[in-house]
């Protein structure tokens, strides 16, 4: 639900620089992540060791999945710590390197132009002043769990932590549009941001939204999540939040929005992030002449935060067995868990309802009856009854994985 907000305590008031963040410090990166820890990934297609590092700005101990650009995933654990996903540990994912690593917030300018009666150029003075708004939601990318696709596929071979859920803070979009006058017949509206491509002829990253789903009331410019002003690694000054889309359309460092009087067909529309227009946007590896739409809608998923994989769990004892759960495009109506691979399935308690976007915790116990292996399992059903399979989807860009996960353990 999208509760009023009070921006005041968020209003910049000097020049936002990011300590280290300068060109010395980003070349040194690789360096500085070389020397520090190794998380073990359970990636079918490895590599199974990936580095920790807490070299970048603003971020704690982060998966080192790419230097430049930056894609920085958040170690599991996190997830088991509560419902919201702490800002130093939120996930990052950048698709170019060039990268603005400070932002002048008095000269900073929001633009929304295109086909609209009145053209505007926003200050964040501007922009603060408009109602705020407050909204929990999961950003995810289209990408996340890529890893463990069989065939293996091209991309950031993420595990689970290409992630985060957040109390996002800021404006509604519909508000900024209104304030511009979009046109009678005006389509779609384009995003952009301040980011830009290594090499002129690569193209700028933009997304778009249909007008209806611009306006709807929901989708919003934040300027702060989790109480914080946002990290600049995350999208520092604003952020366009798309509840209950993939991360794709959630576009950083955003500075001009552009409505539109015919539908975009720019790069990241036309020919990126496409997913196959079958049942859980599933093909067979090598199946070619399959119609592609652009991604969108996130599915529901579920995970075991509190048992890693491989651990040992006491026979003859009760277990607790906790994790998170979203509902991808609504919220959670009920999750279930396994405790024997799928045998059998016991409904889960579900914590505190934040928001149909967010988090939602689980509990649930095991008691095992004698030592050996077991298979651990959990099920998430939205509110539109929507389940997860319980076989794994495929597509060549690795996108939109939601199949029942299974965590193998031993008993005794």
Not at 39 to 46: I, M, S
Not at 234 to 241: A, E, Q, S, V
Request: charged fraction near 20%.
């Amino acid at each position: 639900m999208m509760q009023p907000a009070h921006p005041s305590r968020f209003l910049p008031t000097r020049r936002h620089v990011i300590a280290g963040a300068s060109a010395v410090a980003l070349a040194s990166l690789s360096r500085r992540a070389a020397a520090g820890m190794f998380v073990d990934l359970p990636l079918p297609g490895g590599p199974d060791s990936r580095q920790i590092t807490t070299a970048f700005p603003q971020k704690g101990a982060m998966i080192l999945q790419r230097t430049r650009p930056p894609l920085l995933e958040t170690p599991f654990e996190v997830f088991d710590q509560g419902v919201f996903t702490p800002n130093d540990r939120f996930f990052v994912r950048w698709h170019w390197a060039v990268i603005p690593t400070e932002i002048d917030v008095a000269s900073f300018r929001l633009a929304v132009r295109g086909y609209v009666n009145t053209p505007l150029s926003l200050s964040l003075d501007d922009i603060l002043k408009l109602p705020a708004v407050e909204l929990a939601a999961v950003n995810q990318c289209s990408g996340n769990s890529r890893g463990y696709f069989q065939p293996r596929v091209a991309g950031g071979e993420w595990s689970h932590g290409a992630m985060g859920n957040a109390r996002w803070r800021g404006v509604r979009l519909k508000d900024v549009l209104d304030r511009a006058g979009v046109k009678a017949g005006a389509v779609q509206v384009r995003f952009n941001g301040l980011d830009e491509p290594v090499v002129a002829e690569a193209p700028d990253f933009m997304k778009s939204l249909d007008i209806d789903h611009a306006r709807d009331g929901e989708v919003m410019l934040a300027y702060a999540m989790n109480g914080e002003q946002l990290p600049l690694l995350n999208g520092f000054p604003l952020r366009l939040i798309v509840p209950g889309w993939y991360s794709t359309y959630w576009v950083k460092m955003l500075n001009d929005i552009e409505v539109l009087s015919q539908p975009d067909t720019n790069y990241w529309t036309a020919t990126a992030y496409r997913i196959p227009d079958t049942p859980h946007a599933n093909v067979d590896p090598g199946q070619t002449g399959v119609r592609t739409v652009p991604i969108n809608r996130m599915v529901p998923r579920s995970f075991i935060t509190n048992v890693k994989p491989g651990a040992t769990l006491p026979a003859a004892a009760v277990t607790e067995v906790r994790g998170i759960a979203f509902g991808g495009d609504t919220g959670v109506a009920r999750v279930d868990f396994s405790p024997d691979g799928g045998a059998s399935w016991q409904q889960a308690e579900l914590g505190d309802d934040q928001g149909k976007y967010g988090f939602r915790q689980w509990l649930s116990r095991i008691a095992a009856p004698k030592k050996g292996d077991a298979v651990l399992m959990v099920r998430c059903t939205n509110r539109d009854g929507v389940a997860q399979p319980d076989t794994p989807n495929w597509n060549p860009n690795g996108f939109m994985r939601n199949v029942v996960e299974a965590t193998k353990v031993a008993i005794g």
